[in-house]
Structure formats: C-alpha cells, structure tokens
C-alpha cells in the first residue's frame, strides 16, 4: 500500500509480475449507477457541448437516453477518493501488479465501444493482464509496461465496451 | 452531417484548448483519479514533471470533441486508439489537429454499419506531438 498514490499498490520482482500474466479478475462493480451529475461534470471539464451529454430529450430520442462520454470510460469503474468503510480502495488490476516501480505514466490506449453507455446503466468489468515487458529505459525512468484488457459489461450481461491499456510503471530517474 | 456528407481525404478545423491549474483539478475530480501528478504539483515535481499534468480520460475527451464536434452529435466514437507521448501540463494548451483518412462500411454484423476513420493529433502550444490518436465514428447515411 502507498499513501502517495492513495491505492493498493503492489511491490515485487519482474518475475512475481510475469507469473501474473494471464490473470483474470473476478467482475468488480461500479459502486453507483453511471448518473447526468458525472456525465456534465465531465463534460463540463473538457468544455464539450454535445447535446447527447446535456439535453435528455435529444439524449433519449437519439440514444434512448443521456450518454456517458466514451472517454469516461476507465473512470466510471474507479470508486470515490474515500469510502466509509474499512475496506480498502479496490484500483484497477495494472497498478496491482507486484513489480519495483514507485510510480506509473499511462503510455497508450485502445477502446471499442460497442454500445452507448446510458444514465442508470450501473457497470462491472473483468480485467486481464496481458503482458509485461522486460525492463526498459526511457526519459522518466526505469521500468516495465504492463498491458492489460478490461471489458465492460451493463448489469443484464450486455458487453458494452473493450479496453486494452499500457502504462509505464517505473521509478523516476531522480530516485533509481 | 452524413457519412454521405464526408468526403476523404479531408482536414477537420484546428481547435485550441487553454489548460489551466482549474481544469486540471477538475480532471481529478470528474474522473475520480486522484493519482497526485493530476493534483499535487509537489508531487510531480518529485516525478520528473514541472507540474501537474491531465491524465489520458481529458486528453481522450479532447480527441473526441474534435471528432464529434465536427461530425455532429448524431456521430459516434466506436473506437479510439491513443499513445501518450509527452504530457499536457497545467498552463499548456492542447492543440488539436485532425483529418478524415477513410470512410468505410462496414458489413460483418448483421447491420451495416457506416464509419469514418480519423487522425487526430494532439499536440501542446509549442508544436511537440503528445498523442498521436486515430478515431473511428459511426454516422448515419
């Protein structure tokens, strides 16, 4: 656990990583139904005025209802910065993965939405650790890539988008 | 605007987006990733970075306003591919430039579905590419 990071944060050797590969995780639920507040909230935020965001009656005669902005995607499935709960915060499946890193940079990303993420839809996804690659140096630092997949699923099983993401999680230069 | 409408190879307009400390602060808390680079600019400092930065949901939000801000909002993002190659920090702007490269049906499901595929480079105020993205919409004929 890292306090800096605020997450479950596992540590360990590129070899405690690469026996992970292949790992699936069990379906992890979005704590709320996706709502118009976070919907605008985002939309607000990157300044986009896309009636399918803002106006239901458009959103709904359109897409049967207001749309979740596509780019919200990996954030729909990331609980609230604090819960009142004992349990601790449950982060995606890549920043779980045991490897040296102290810190992490998202490097790519490849999504397919196969249909409209709606208000009141409430989400799970299943994440999958695809790759991690040997160590490699870049500008920030020393460190490993690690892919993973995630696929997103409405409540009545309905696969409603794929996610596949590489981040860089590596230990700054400064620190190595 | 149709898919009948878009010819390629084709330019989209340029758009240009002021990053302030503000809109950061709002990344953090419209995504809900409180990952202290996107906050804390102590922090980020000790990773590397002169300050805060946004993370790949706004840099995608971005790519996708772009997209659809053209195409209208009858269009649909079905697919996005990005690679992050220099942040956006606080202070910066994020210039997008885009082009149609291809329109396509597409005939593997049981409806036709008619599609566009774009470039879209994001780049900062100073001409360095961040993100490279290629976007495939979905419109109506």
Request: proline fraction near 7%; charge should be negative; include cysteine.
């Amino acid at each position: 656990m890292s306090a800096d990071i605020g997450y479950e944060f596992a540590f360990g050797s590129y070899e405690d990583a690469v026996r992970m590969v292949g790992a699936r995780t069990e379906p992890r639920f979005a704590g709320t139904a996706v709502s118009a507040a976070r919907i605008q909230h985002f939309a607000a935020m990157v300044q986009d005025g896309n009636p399918s965001y803002w106006d239901p009656d458009f959103a709904t005669r359109e897409w049967g209802g207001l749309v979740a902005p596509p780019a919200l995607l990996m954030g729909l499935l990331i609980p609230p910065p604090w819960l009142p709960t004992e349990a601790p915060r449950v982060a995606g499946l890549a920043i779980r993965v045991p490897l040296p890193g102290t810190t992490f940079i998202n490097a790519s990303n490849d999504a397919e939405f196969l249909i409209p993420i709606l208000e009141g839809d409430r989400l799970s996804v299943v994440e999958e650790l695809v790759s991690v690659s040997p160590e490699k140096t870049t500008k920030l630092g020393v460190g490993h890539f690690v892919e993973t997949c995630e696929s997103f699923y409405r409540d009545d099983g309905t696969l409603v988008a794929t996610n596949r993401n590489t981040l860089f999680r590596f230990t700054p230069a400064a620190q190595s | 605007m149709t898919w009948d409408e878009i010819f390629a190879p084709a330019d989209l307009p340029e758009v240009v987006d002021e990053i302030t400390y503000q809109r950061v602060v709002m990344n953090a808390a419209t995504t809900w990733d409180y990952f202290p680079g996107h906050f804390d600019p102590a922090y980020a400092r000790s990773q590397g970075h002169p300050t805060i930065f946004v993370n790949t949901m706004h840099i995608a939000g971005f790519i996708d306003r772009v997209a659809t801000d053209w195409a209208g909002p009858r269009s649909r993002v079905v697919r996005r591919r990005m690679r992050i190659l220099g942040s956006i920090y606080a202070g910066d702007s994020m210039v997008g430039r885009a082009r149609v490269v291809e329109k396509r049906c597409d005939k593997t499901s049981a409806a036709t579905r008619y599609l566009v595929d774009l470039e879209v480079n994001v780049c900062n105020q100073r001409g360095e590419l961040c993100c490279p993205a290629e976007v495939t919409l979905e419109l109506s004929r």
